[in-house]
């Protein structure tokens, strides 16, 4: 088993043997939502307060693990493979971490959810960059559109556009919700990075087709 994805699986069994200790010492009902403000505005029962993270993790890791096995262009998945193992890796933290937020919160110590978030968010987001900058074209990882899917040339070139922008994003996310606690610091910037390049995508395509 490669080290990336073993450390994953290390985080969901540590998440789950985190949830396990702490589900006798917690209420019947914990807090499980938060708004744009970072107030607390769902609830759970216990056990699927505890529990629903890790297994949802698990449940995402099974799907990166098959995605690269079921596309039928997984010889274009194994050249920028180890990228992907690596961001299998970050989204699993992300997940674990929020998992820890969680709990720390419930266990009587209160903060910003929005700005301890803020900075696991961001390095998504830059990674993601990172990725789209290494990806080649295949049907499950990148900016899929029509466009992409039908030209290599198409694909290089709005990834890399995508890749610049979500790294932009990733320093606005950072830098807005230290200072804004507001979700559409979030949004507007994730928004703008995806939708960007779809646009661009189609131009790109018909540029190439006159030139043919």
Do not use: C
């Not at 998504?124 to 900016?143: D, E, H, P, Q, T």
């Not at 979500?166 to 979030?186: D, P, Q, T, Y």
């Amino acid at each position: 088993m490669k080290r990336t994805i073993l450390a994953a699986v290390i985080l969901i069994i540590a998440a789950f043997a985190i949830s396990a200790y702490y589900y006798p010492q917690f209420p019947e009902q914990i807090a499980s939502h938060w708004n744009s403000a970072g107030e607390v505005d769902g609830y759970m029962g216990k056990f699927w307060g505890l529990f629903l993270m890790p297994i949802i993790t698990a449940a995402l890791l099974l799907l990166f693990l098959i995605i690269p096995k079921i596309d039928p262009l997984r010889k274009n998945v194994e050249k920028f493979r180890a990228y992907f193992d690596n961001f299998i890796l970050i989204i699993i933290g992300f997940m674990f971490y929020i998992h820890l937020l969680t709990i720390v919160w419930n266990s009587g110590t209160t903060f910003s959810m929005g700005k301890a978030m803020a900075p696991a968010m961001a390095v998504i987001f830059y990674y993601a960059g990172v990725l789209m900058g290494k990806a080649k074209r295949n049907w499950f990882i990148g900016i899929r559109t029509p466009w992409t899917l039908s030209s290599d040339e198409v694909w290089d070139k709005t990834h890399k556009l995508g890749a610049k922008l979500f790294k932009i994003a990733a320093a606005v996310v950072l830098f807005g919700m230290l200072f804004a606690e507001n979700m559409l610091v979030v949004l507007v910037p994730v928004l703008l990075a995806a939708f960007i390049p779809i646009i661009y995508s189609y131009f790109e395509y018909k540029k190439a087709k006159k030139s043919t």
